[in-house]
């Protein structure tokens, strides 16, 4: 039921139960201990006044006969001797008689010392005491109780009404504090509604330190990621188009010239210039296969990683190099590895050292030689090193070639699509390494990845 009313609602009304509670638990204990004490003190007066009057003449019936009562009567005070064979004398007969029943002959009889109850003469509540008055009597006192009464009935009718009270100021404090403490609740909602409505990222003000605080502070971390992915994602689809559109420019230059030598009429396109043109053509579609390959691999390689297997980083390297080799001409390959396992995916691992070795290859000279070297760094990561006999990387492009679509100015002319080594970087960081670029003994480039495992053990072996 309370789940149709608002957070803030519920606070409330939750608040105003408790109290409601709390408010009748301590009524009640009130009530009670008031109740207990009035009459505690009533009886002990009645016991005091009782004792003294049993000492006194009054215990004498004739001293008694003898009292006004008026006397009586201005305290609401019934006396009697009572005497062991239940006959009573008071003041003025009956007419001024306390309550008399069993208790009161017990003490009478001497079978009690004293006794005390409520007992009623008509409609009129008396709380009635007995006490030893020697030779087998009793002194019988009582006294009315409505004035006790009506003072616990004000009593019983103030604490509901000041618990009436009560219960609404807690209601009232309740929303109050929900009212402010839901406040930055309402921010992240209205942020979030702004988000859903706009794609407005902006973060929100954090005040304070507490959980809400926290939570505002968590809630601005991931809109900050939200805007870095979409941020990537633009430059991605910028960068994508821009390289897609000088080969798709050129292709369709040449499809042209193509189809206008085939109108009739049309000047003859000789031989060489038409099988230049469709290697052209060939060349363009290749580039654009390889791109929108990379692109699609480079887009897995941006989600997490789901596979999880033992992969040996030998038998790795080894596949990459068979494929390398087959489209590799003169090139040859100096090959140091040692045993390396870890948890990842070997197809995307693959692709990372083929890439790797792609570049090198396309980087060497005529007869020059690419080496691969992998060497254990610590007990926990190994490195693998391919370095080319190039003309290396420029000092300002260092820190960039692992970026989507970026190329050297002397690597603008060459082929490839610009994601092969940013396709090495997100496979390393999706398995919790790293990667980097620097320069080898003979000035080439070498390019070092950076990979998590173990040492299964074994000695490190060459191949050429």
Do not use: C
Request: glycine content about 10%.
């Amino acid at each position: 039921m309370l789940d149709r009313f608002s957070l803030r609602s519920r606070i409330g009304i939750l608040a105003a139960l408790v109290a409601a509670l709390a408010v009748a638990l301590v009524s009640l204990a009130a009530f009670l201990t008031v109740r207990s004490n009035i009459l505690a003190t009533l009886d002990s007066n009645l016991f005091q006044r009782a004792l003294a009057a049993a000492q006194s003449e009054l215990a004498d019936p004739l001293q008694l006969s003898t009292i006004p009562p008026e006397v009586l009567g201005a305290g609401d005070i019934r006396i009697a001797l009572l005497a062991a064979n239940g006959s009573a004398q008071s003041a003025e007969g009956q007419l001024s008689a306390p309550p008399i029943e069993g208790p009161e002959l017990e003490v009478a009889r001497g079978l009690a010392s004293s006794s005390v109850r409520t007992a009623s003469i008509g409609r009129d509540p008396y709380r009635v005491v007995a006490v030893q008055a020697g030779e087998g009597r009793a002194l019988v006192m009582g006294q009315r109780l409505d004035p006790t009464q009506q003072v616990l009935a004000k009593l019983a009718f103030a604490l509901p009404v000041v618990g009436v009270i009560g219960i609404a100021v807690a209601g009232l404090a309740g929303v109050a504090v929900a009212r402010a403490g839901l406040r930055p609740v309402e921010r992240l909602t209205s942020a979030t509604e702004r988000v859903a409505a706009t794609g407005d990222l902006r973060p929100i003000p954090v005040d304070g330190a507490d959980e809400l605080a926290r939570l505002t502070m968590s809630f601005n971390e991931m809109l900050g990621t939200l805007a870095a992915s979409q941020e990537q994602q633009r430059r991605l689809v910028a960068d994508a188009g821009h390289e897609l559109r000088t080969p798709l420019t050129s292709m369709r230059t040449n499809l042209e010239l193509l189809a206008a030598a085939s109108r009739p009429g049309a000047p003859t396109l000789p031989d060489a210039d038409r099988v230049e043109i469709l290697a052209d053509v060939h060349a363009q579609v290749e580039e654009l296969t390889t791109l929108v390959g990379d692109l699609t691999e480079l887009a897995r390689d941006d989600a997490p990683l789901v596979v999880h297997e033992p992969v040996e980083l030998t038998d790795v390297v080894d596949r990459a190099l068979e494929r390398v080799k087959r489209r590799a001409g003169d090139t040859a390959f100096d090959v140091t590895v040692v045993p390396w396992t870890l948890m990842g995916d070997e197809t995307a691992l693959e692709r990372a050292v083929l890439n790797l070795l792609d570049n090198a290859v396309k980087w060497s000279p005529p007869g020059g030689t690419v080496t691969v070297a992998m060497r254990v760094l610590d007990g926990w990561s190994v490195l693998l090193e391919v370095t080319d006999q190039g003309p290396g990387i420029a000092d300002e492009d260092l820190p960039r070639v692992f970026d989507r679509f970026y190329r050297a100015d002397r690597a603008r002319t060459m082929p490839g699509s610009g994601l092969g080594l940013a396709i090495v970087r997100q496979v390393a960081v999706r398995h919790g390494g790293a990667v980097w670029a620097g320069r080898g003994p003979d000035g080439g480039a070498r390019l070092t990845l950076r990979l998590p495992g173990r040492a299964p053990g074994g000695v490190p072996h060459t191949g050429q």
